[in-house]
């Protein structure tokens, strides 16, 4: 039988022998900075939030590993920084960052292969780092869990400021969204927060657990208000998940206080709802009344809208990628260049916001293999499997308490990231990372055999360990500092784009301070066609042509052959020959895109080759019908060539696909 280990008395031991206070101290401080660090990062000029919060992340890592490998102390515990790399939840991760690294081998671009790699490995070293810090003082968790309640206030605080807002008729649900990008990040960020209040309730006492219930009640009614789908489904599973708990509790321990504490825990989401339902049927406007009604979004889950058509095409897109390239996947960080190839078949659409309705379950095994996908199921798994040993085969309380904070983090987690993208996002992976390491740190006290040997040289590899992840990490802080760097130029595109600004850069400016990596835009536009596109405003559309015939991206991104046609187009003495050929092309690999079949026509009519054009059109309008533009210059051909009941046809079915859009040929 496995002799029980104390926190207490492990504690009490750590301070006799090494009179670590101070550091204590630190490694509470430090754990603490990591569930801060991302929300109190402001944006700083950048375009994409995530950018500048990715930077601050990475330089958390570098302090804190340099903490943990170069102080005496830590290096003293051997466990404490290895212990990691011993517990099956860290071999778990560590073996997805290795397919992670071997799936560069299938990256077909390789800079976004190298930044988002370091994304997971921000979340890695992460993990790695809170294991250590927790493992050296593990009652720091405590002091965490409040801090992280305080956070989830901080967040309800702004959010009621926003409900304020929808009540005076000056504002709506997507306008909340505190220091976030959007509402939704909001709600994930505030929903995987919310087992720290869970915790607190359960398993502490007197102020602490008022405090606790007190943050659900409010975490759970900002989740209402702010009218997330997936949130409110995931509300309803966890709270049945918890009663089942409860239940299990007095069947097999004769333990009738999680029943209670679980039932209590039903009253105050009871409570919330209550309140909720209230406000929003009583102070809404009316529009805003029917449009965030509780029973009106957990409808709209089964309807074919747009937004859950796009999230099940992507699903079954990844489904064929994971189907093809089993093994490795098509390289970390390609998804989204990938998919062009099957969105191509249907999209009329140049540019794929690569984030909507991505799924993480789906992401790592396309992106970097099944084994990686595994890799990162079996971390849930291995949370949950160490809380039911302790739990119901040990029947131990303290393991019991520690070990089910990691896993309702990791479970809210999870429903986060079978609907959305947390790999972007700093704010969700911090709080995952934040919730490994913590699972990690106990399995590796209640679960690992303590090693009394001592190793000769024993210092002299831990020193030299932490050098190379001094190193790995120092190289993460420059690849996300050209992250931030390249968001920063993103967002001064976009406002002149917008004419928010005044004066325009000049093209130079673009070309010396765009940095190599990320090699496309928050859009994945290729940032060379934004090089591009300030050229050929400037008129220097030889040079132009030079960046984009350098672009080798992907064999799926038509972007490049469009604006090479483009750059033959705009001149005053166009050259028919080259319009049509780069035109072509770019239909080629997109064919449902308008703007390529308007200039291959284009050149094909003043090559004195309309009825080819005609044929082009009525190809096109076969499978995509929304283009006035198509009907019209369709219709416009016809007559020329004296098919006028030909264009007679055109326009009346341009007017049964079109009814609310102005035709303007006649």
């Not at 750590?14 to 801060?36: C, D, E, H, P, R």
């Not at 805003?288 to 889950?301: D, L, P, Y």
């Not at 999870?414 to 490994?436: C, G, H, K, T």
Request: proline share 3%.
């Amino acid at each position: 039988m496995k002799k029980k280990v104390s926190i207490d008395n492990r504690e009490k031991t750590i301070q006799l022998t090494k009179n670590s206070v101070l550091l204590q101290f630190i490694s509470g401080l430090l754990l603490m900075a990591y569930g801060y660090i991302t929300v109190l990062t402001p944006n700083w000029m950048a375009f994409d939030s995530n950018a500048p919060k990715f930077f601050t992340f990475a330089i958390l890592n570098l302090v804190v590993a340099s903490v943990v490998f170069f102080n005496r102390e830590f290096r003293a515990k051997t466990r404490v920084l290895l212990g990691f790399f011993g517990n099956k939840i860290g071999i778990a991760f560590s073996v997805l960052m290795l397919f992670a690294l071997f799936s560069f081998t299938k990256a077909i671009n390789i800079p976004e292969a190298i930044l988002h790699f370091f994304k997971l490995f921000t979340a890695f070293m992460a993990a790695w780092m809170v294991s250590a810090l927790v493992l050296y003082h593990p009652k720091s968790v405590i002091i965490l869990a409040i801090a992280m309640t305080l956070l989830l206030l901080f967040d309800v605080l702004q959010t009621l400021g926003g409900v304020s807002k929808i009540v005076k008729g000056i504002g709506a649900d997507y306008d909340i969204k505190a220091s976030y990008s959007n509402k939704n990040i909001l709600a994930s960020a505030m929903f995987i927060k919310i087992p720290f209040a869970v915790w607190l309730f359960y398993f502490q006492k007197d102020w602490k657990r008022i405090f606790g219930g007190i943050a659900v009640v409010l975490g759970t009614l900002c989740i209402f208000f702010m009218s997330t789908r997936a949130f409110y489904l995931a509300t309803i599973v966890t709270m049945v998940l918890l009663l089942i708990y409860g239940f299990l509790n007095y069947i097999f321990l004769k333990n009738k206080q999680t029943g209670v504490k679980a039932l209590s825990h039903l009253g105050l989401v009871l409570l919330a709802f209550g309140v909720f339902s209230f406000v929003q049927h009583y102070m809404y406007p009316k529009e805003r009344r029917e449009a965030t009604s509780f029973s009106t979004r957990m409808a709209s889950i089964a309807n074919k809208d747009g937004n859950n058509d796009l999230r099940l095409t992507a699903w079954k897109t990844s489904i064929e990628m994971i189907q093809k390239d089993p093994i490795l996947g098509v390289g970390v960080g390609n998804w989204k260049v990938r998919y062009l190839e099957y969105e191509n078949r249907y999209s009329p659409h140049y540019i794929y916001m690569y984030k909507n309705h991505n799924e993480f379950f789906l992401e790592i095994p396309v992106e970097s293999g099944i084994f990686a996908g595994l890799a990162f199921l079996a971390i849930f798994i291995l949370s949950a499997y160490y809380f039911l040993i302790a739990t119901y085969k040990r029947k131990d309380t303290e393991q019991e308490k520690w070990f089910f904070l990691p896993l309702l983090g990791l479970f809210a987690y999870a429903f986060d990231a079978f609907f959305n993208f947390p790999q972007d996002r700093p704010e969700i992976q911090s709080l995952f990372a934040i919730y490994v390491g913590i699972a990690v740190a106990f399995g590796v006290i209640y679960f690992s055999k303590a090693n009394s040997k001592n190793p000769k040289h024993r210092n002299l590899w831990v020193i030299l360990l932490g050098i190379v992840v001094f190193v790995v990490n120092f190289g993460n802080v420059v690849v996300q500092k050209m992250y931030f760097d390249s968001s920063k130029i993103q967002r001064m595109v976009k406002e002149e784009q917008n004419k928010i600004r005044k004066t325009k850069s000049h093209s130079s400016y673009l070309i010396d301070n765009y940095p190599t990596i990320p090699n496309l835009t928050a859009v994945a536009e290729p940032v060379d066609v934004e090089k591009a596109r300030y050229l050929m405003d400037e008129k220097k559309f030889e040079q132009a042509r030079k960046i984009l015939k350098n672009i080798n991206y992907s064999p799926w991104d038509a972007r490049k052959e469009y604006f090479l046609a483009l750059s033959y187009f705009l001149p005053e003495e166009k050259n028919y020959d080259s319009i049509y050929k780069y035109a072509h092309q770019a239909r080629g690999i997109k064919p449902n895109f308008f703007g390529s079949l308007n200039l291959e026509t284009f050149a094909l009519n003043n090559m004195g080759k309309e009825k080819e054009s005609i044929e082009l059109w009525q190809s096109f309008l076969k499978n995509v019908k929304n283009e006035p533009q198509a009907w019209n210059a369709l219709a416009y051909l016809q007559e020329k060539n004296n098919l006028i009941h030909q264009a007679k046809a055109t326009l009346d079915s341009a007017f049964v696909h079109l009814p609310k859009k102005r035709i303007c040929y006649k």
